[in-house]
């Protein structure tokens, strides 16, 4: 044991890390196979409201989906503007290990 | 009656076959008239483990397509008068495992009052390894205490509780048991690799053992020797615990501390030791 190994102590220890990155990866491998995440309801919600402030909207106008595709997940959010429907919004937020764009 | 015993990872080189190797063999030692089977079609290794493999004429597809017959295809063990092995084939037809075919296999096996049934899956969670685990009532979840292997395995749950034949029924759920491989105990200690207690608590099934790292194990495959045959190294023992619980025996863990410990880390390694 070296003198180096003494303070290498105090540093966290590379089990501590996988422990913690495999609590968030399996986490989050759990809800694919179940499905939807449990937050999409919430989740629908809390946009509605965001976006109710700037235009009018209903409920039904917006549309929250989690999609597989290959190795990483697609949230797909759909907002129908009303009245005039002069366009429909669009977002499409991946995920997976590498930016959004070389993810999919 | 007789049990299906899949023994899957996920991930690929966990110990899967020799697990399976020295659980068929331990429990046919007791008298038990068992089976292992290889479904790693296009590889075939466990007839290698276990020091068969010059006597291989047919294998488990020619038995499903009926170009052998289940007698024809299956071997006796040589030194285990009730333990068998059927044989993967090497062909490249990804095709060649129907599920008919291996339902078919594993009824006919029942019928010749098999026991125990092993299904030695390949790595993977695609078509051969939902082959191998579908007809399963019981589950040896084989993992080392690595991140990519508890991922994989936590895949593999997820697909026994969903992609196999009691699932598919509504029946029982598949039993579920965790096999902890290749462990070293003073990697543990240093702080250098995940504890059994972490892993345990990631996967969340009951632990039916932990397996020490063991140069015991490659020594028996070179050999074609199952390591429970040999009773006298680490790997041997858990393992021969192992067959014990599996039968339903209490059985404390063992091989869970690194052996003596050097002048050094006996002063200096105290805290981590015992962490
Ligand atoms: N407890 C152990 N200690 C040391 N080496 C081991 C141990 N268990 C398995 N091994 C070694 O690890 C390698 C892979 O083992 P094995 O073939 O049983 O894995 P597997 O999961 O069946 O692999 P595959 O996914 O390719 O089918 C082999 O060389 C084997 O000897
Ligand atoms: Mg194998």
Redesign the interface.
Known sequence: ?SIM??FR?TQP????L??E???I??AR??VR?TGEPDYLPRLKQELLQVISKYERIDLDQVSVNVERSGDCDVLELNVVLSESERAAVRAAVSRGGAPASRNC | MSKVVVVTSGKGGVGKTTTTANLASGIAALGYKTIAIDFDVGLRNLDLVMGCERRVVYDLVNAIRGEATLRQAVIKDKRIETLYVLPASQTRDKDALTLDGVGRILDELRAAGFEYIFCDSPAGIEWGAQMAMYFADEAIVVTNPEVSSVRDSDRVLGLLDAKTRRAELGEEAIKTHLLLTRYAPARVAKGEMLAYQDVLELLGIPLLGVIPESTAVLQASNAGTPVVLDPTSDAAQAYLDVVQRFLGEERPHRFLESAKKGFFSRIFGGQAATA
Do not use: N
């Open positions: 044991m190994d003494y102590r220890k590379s089990a501590t996988a422990k990155r495999l609590q990866i399996v491998e759990r196979t």
